[in-house]
DNA sequence: CAATAATGTTCAATCTACTGGACGTGAAAT
DNA sequence: ATTTCACGTCCAGTAGATTGAACATTATTG
């Protein structure tokens, strides 16, 4: 069963900042939430939801609506997105595999 | 019905920076997959989604998992996230409180 | 103030993500 | 080399998100 969750403080901050910046966004754009939900393929009632910080929506439509409404997501960074992404690509190959905790303790449990 | 989504390349980009970021700052604290889905209250799959980088994930449960996995979500900011939300907030109340597209056409439109 | 439009909110039907279990694969430790 | 375990992947059942329409409630324009 997929049962009630439970989000720490930070989570539910973020979520909150999150949909303050689309819905500061697309009023600054003139938007109306109908507008931005059309163009984000959403309904307005979803739209309404993520504004609002819901966390049960889905990150993908959030994501799109944050870009329609200009909100920079990893943008603000000094790499470009694509530059970014690929650069983590390689940082990913650099690190092992998989995760193994090694049976003898290891000096770092303190 | 609920017609299967479009996204932006901006936004599969986003999508993608962070699952790359949760799976790095995972591996770099030594947790495995399944540690970090039970702390974040997910199965084991939902958090494969999540670093792959899939748009159906429930944003809850992706910020979430960034936020165990030491991801900076908008704290790389100046401000903390609670006066961060506290500004956005204020900032709301200086806007208007619904946008209307004024009839008689105004010089924006070029 | 009146008219109009944007936003807030509810709801049932529908679509889909989440789960937990299973299995196979491969990498790390002994 | 062998063992162990983390990871990748599939699946059906289930809980829950999304929708679209309706209606209520503001807010803005004339």
């Not at 940082?91 to 995760?99: A, R, Y």
């Amino acid at each position: 069963m997929k049962r009630k969750r439970t989000y720490a403080r930070r989570t539910r901050q973020a979520l909150s900042i999150m949909g303050k910046l689309i819905r500061i966004g697309r009023m600054e754009r003139g938007m109306t939430a109908q507008e931005l939900a059309d163009r984000a393929g959403i309904s307005r009632t979803t739209l309404h939801n993520i504004e609002k910080g819901a966390p049960g929506v889905e990150i993908g439509t959030v994501f799109e609506a944050a870009s329609l409404a200009g909100v920079p997501l990893f943008e603000n960074d000094e790499t470009a997105l694509s530059a970014e992404n690929a650069r983590l690509a390689e940082k990913l190959t650099l690190l092992p595999k998989s995760v193994r905790t090694s049976r003898t303790e290891v000096d770092d449990d303190f």
